[in-house]
């Protein structure tokens, strides 16, 4: 059985009053909904960088004598305070570089042809320097030192 709603101008007005009252209040129910918000961990944004262990070899022309010297090359990576920072230590030369970065409690060993990667948040500001334990000063061709700034 077919109902048919016959609607006269008193009606209408109050009908439109009705679907006025409806929508306004839904979106006042919607609109003091708390926002979801990102949880720290999603939020944190990985930087990722890449850093090279790197030899120089040269002659002194004086005595003949072959000098070599290694190196991280960037040898200056700048991160924000907070950063979550992702460090892929390639082994492009020499035989290993075992390694810590100074204050982050961050150690590792890197081999030729290898990767070894290393994640870290930057909780403080400051320098931290990336030692190669091997090449620790120009006896040993070093110092292999590199440095993170924390702003």
Not at 15 to 20: K, N, S, W
Not at 40 to 53: G, L, N, P, R, W
Not at 98 to 110: D, K, R, S
Request: charged fraction near 20%; glycine fraction near 10%; aromatic fraction near 8%.
């Amino acid at each position: 059985m077919w109902v048919m709603w016959v609607i006269h101008g008193r009606n209408l007005l109050q009908g439109l009053v009705l679907v006025a009252v409806i929508v306004a209040g839904g979106y006042g129910i919607w609109a003091l909904q708390p926002m979801a918000v990102p949880s720290a961990a999603a939020e944190m944004h990985v930087k990722t960088f890449d850093v090279v262990a790197v030899e120089f070899d040269d002659e002194d022309p004086k005595t003949g004598q072959e000098r070599e010297v290694y190196r991280w090359d960037p040898g200056t990576i700048v991160v924000q305070k907070g950063d979550r920072v992702r460090l892929n230590i390639h082994g492009l030369n020499g035989d290993k570089h075992p390694f810590l970065i100074e204050g982050l409690n961050v150690q590792g060993e890197v081999a030729r042809g290898e990767v070894q990667t290393v994640e870290f948040v930057a909780k403080e500001r400051g320098v931290y320097r990336l030692v190669c334990l091997v090449h620790t000063d120009a006896h040993n061709h070093g110092p292999m030192i590199g440095y993170i700034v924390v702003q």
